[in-house]
Every structure is written in structure tokens, then in C-alpha cells.
């Protein structure tokens, strides 16, 4: 079954860096589109980032120039770099595929950014 596994999140300072890393399994990474979301205390689980299987990136207006990314289609993993962290980038990540019509999440890994 499509398993997807985040790490890397933590507790950083206003302007400083995380990586965040997804190992995912149980489909063909290859041939799909990968994503992260992230929901805040309080709010809806709202799109971050997502790269398709040719590489192209989209990103939400606010990460963009901050976050990047990437993936290796050798280990089936999907990264994403985050810079000049803000307070209110401050949210459990999700690392996100569609495949076979159904929506599939990992567990998160929370992100905490201080002031």
C-alpha cells in the first residue's frame, strides 16, 4: 500500500533552515506528481509546494523564494528545503500524493519556528 514517511522538522529560530525529507512507497514514484501541505494550529491544512514527475515546482505565494522542492527518483524521496523561516510558518508538514483517485497523506512532522 502507498506509504509516505516525513522527517526532519524541529524547533528553529525566525530566519533559520529545516529540511524536511518524505520516503514514500507502494506506487510508482516516477509517474506522479509529489506535494507538501502544512496546517497550523487552528486552521485548515492549506498547499505549500507540490513537483510534478518532469521536475516543474509551484509553489504558494507565501513560501515562495523562501521554500524549495526537489526529488530523487532513485530513492523515491521528496525534499523541501525551507529558508528565512517565519513565526507563522509554524505547522505540522504533510507530505502528499494523488494516485489511483485517492488522496494519501503521511503522518507529519511538526515545524516549529520562534520569534
Known amino acids: 500500500q502507498v506509504q509516505l514517511v516525513e522527517s526532519g522538522g524541529g524547533l528553529v529560530q525566525a530566519g533559520g533552515s529545516l529540511r524536511l525529507t518524505c520516503t514514500a512507497s507502494g506506487f510508482i514514484f516516477d509517474n506522479n506528481s509529489m506535494g507538501w501541505y502544512r496546517q497550523a494550529p487552528g486552521k485548515q491544512r492549506e498547499w505549500v509546494t507540490r513537483?510534478?514527475?518532469?521536475?516543474?515546482?509551484l509553489y504558494a505565494d507565501s513560501v515562495k523564494g523562501r521554500f524549495t522542492i526537489s526529488r530523487d527518483n532513485a530513492t523515491n524521496t521528496v525534499y523541501l528545503q525551507m529558508d528565512s523561516l517565519k513565526p507563522e510558518d509554524t505547522a505540522v508538514y504533510y507530505c502528499?500524493?494523488?494516485?489511483?483517485?485517492?488522496?494519501?497523506w503521511g503522518q507529519g512532522t511538526q515545524v516549529t519556528v520562534s520569534s
Open positions: 502528499f500524493v494523488f494516485f489511483g483517485a485517492q488522496n494519501y
Open positions: 513537483i510534478t514527475p518532469g521536475g516543474r515546482r
